[in-house]
């Protein structure tokens, strides 16, 4: 299994500019989330999944959108960027687990993006 | 306010010896705990998860420990490697697909 792929691993736009980042997951699970990643900061969910066709805002969802049409795949669209987006993006999936009788999600991540805007 | 704090910012120790990195949470309710490694230019690993009803799991030469009564927990390396040299994320499990993340923890092993 490749796990969570991502690409591409650095880009730099301009302002204004517009791009989708691709995320695909080889495990067959249901969740699927996108994150970014500033500098000293814990990880920020942007948009997340948790099957084809169901979308949800996260904490920061402003300025960006995202679709699933397929399990595999939860590309992330940036319409125009501007320069608070420069980060590091990661994309994430899981699927439902158990530990102590209980349920959980291990999340599995991509090796991410970094994106600046200039 | 949900949130998660971590302490130190940074860490330098030597090959060999064991540290103990610090979590502490204002995250409720409360679903569970995670320590994710981070190498640099990677995303996170998870290490270990643990639920309310869990003190304390291993997993190699990483020990997690929790009280949820005082909302701590810390991650215990032993015999620390080189190869250990990554950040250290804290993450509570709110609720839903809610996930709260620490700033993380910057080890630095040195031979």
């Known amino acids: 299994n490749a796990g969570v792929t991502q690409t591409p691993k650095f880009r730099i736009l301009k302002i204004g500019q517009s791009m989708t980042l691709q995320c695909t997951q080889d495990?067959?699970?249901?969740?699927m989330y996108w994150y970014r990643q500033d500098p000293g900061m814990g990880l920020k969910l942007i948009y997340y999944?948790?099957?084809?066709?169901?979308?949800d805002k996260g904490e920061v969802p402003n300025g960006y959108n995202v679709s699933r049409s397929t399990t595999e795949d939860f590309p992330l669209r940036l319409e125009l960027a501007a320069p608070s987006q420069t980060s590091v993006y990661f994309c994430a999936s899981s699927n439902l687990g158990t530990s102590g009788g209980l349920n959980y999600n291990e999340q599995f991540f991509g090796p991410g993006t970094r994106l600046t805007v200039l | 306010k949900n949130q998660v704090e971590q302490s130190p910012q940074s860490l330098i120790i030597l090959e060999g010896k064991n540290c103990t990195l610090q979590?502490?949470?204002?995250?409720?309710?409360?679903?569970?705990l995670r320590w994710y490694k981070q190498d640099t230019g990677r995303g996170p690993v998870s290490l270990t998860i643990m639920t309310f009803s869990e003190n304390t799991k291993s997993n190699g030469r990483y020990t997690a420990t929790l009280d949820a009564d005082t909302k701590q927990s810390s991650l215990h390396i032993t015999a620390s490697q080189l190869s250990d040299s990554a950040s250290y994320i804290c993450v509570v499990r709110n609720y839903g697909q809610n996930f709260v993340f620490g700033p993380g923890t910057r080890l630095s092993v040195l031979p």
């Open positions: 495990m067959n699970h249901n969740y």
């Open positions: 979590c502490n949470y204002t995250v409720s309710p409360f679903s569970n």
């Open positions: 999944s948790v099957g084809a066709g169901i979308t």
